[in-house]
């Protein structure tokens, strides 16, 4: 009989540090998902799609924190675009992200003529524990971009465009010194 409750104690004993085991898991489960959000950015592709866009990294402008998007010069066709993930990390040069395109490593110069609509998800690196399978490539985070793929079920024709006005809608009469 002693031994039986005792076996029986013991059973008690390890379901109730399994209870616990499994409680403390999903705790942790909960922080990681907390912490992985400042380190770790998904961008939607509904948020992909808004506005006129001209190019990927417009996306980035504006939808994460930490991001900073900059556009060098005023011609459209020549604009150098820079990008911070992690801001400056070298005063010597190389402070852009390692951009990583359907798994092969790319530049910004590449992501720049991707057209926003072939893009199926952004996710931006920041942290270091994320951007440590990159090495030293990542010291600056890391932008993985999915692009889309073929369904298989046919010929598909889509079409993006967009419209403005280049004159005046309307002339308004305006003041002079005198009627002013």
Request: with cysteine; glycine share 10%; hydrophobic share 35%.
């Amino acid at each position: 009989m002693g031994r039986v409750s005792l076996c029986l104690v013991i059973m008690f004993f390890i379901c109730s540090a399994q209870k616990i085991d499994a409680q403390v898991q999903n705790i942790r489960e909960k922080q990681d998902t907390i912490s992985a959000t400042k380190s770790l950015e998904h961008i939607r592709p509904e948020n992909i799609k808004k506005g006129p866009l001209n190019n990927a990294l417009d996306v980035l402008s504006g939808q994460s924190a930490g991001v900073n998007v900059t556009t060098n010069g005023t011609d459209r066709l020549a604009m150098l675009n820079s990008i911070r993930v992690r801001g400056t990390t070298s005063i010597m040069g190389g402070n852009d992200p390692l951009v990583i395109i359907d798994g092969v490593t790319s530049d910004i110069a590449t992501l720049s003529t991707i057209y926003p609509a072939d893009i199926e998800s952004f996710t931006i690196l920041k942290n270091a524990t994320e951007t440590a399978m990159y090495g030293s490539r990542g010291a600056s985070g890391v932008i993985e971009i999915k692009t889309k793929k073929g369904t298989g079920r046919g010929f598909e024709i889509s079409y993006d465009g967009n419209y403005g006005f280049e004159s005046m809608y309307k002339h308004l009469q305006m003041l002079n010194g005198p009627e002013y």
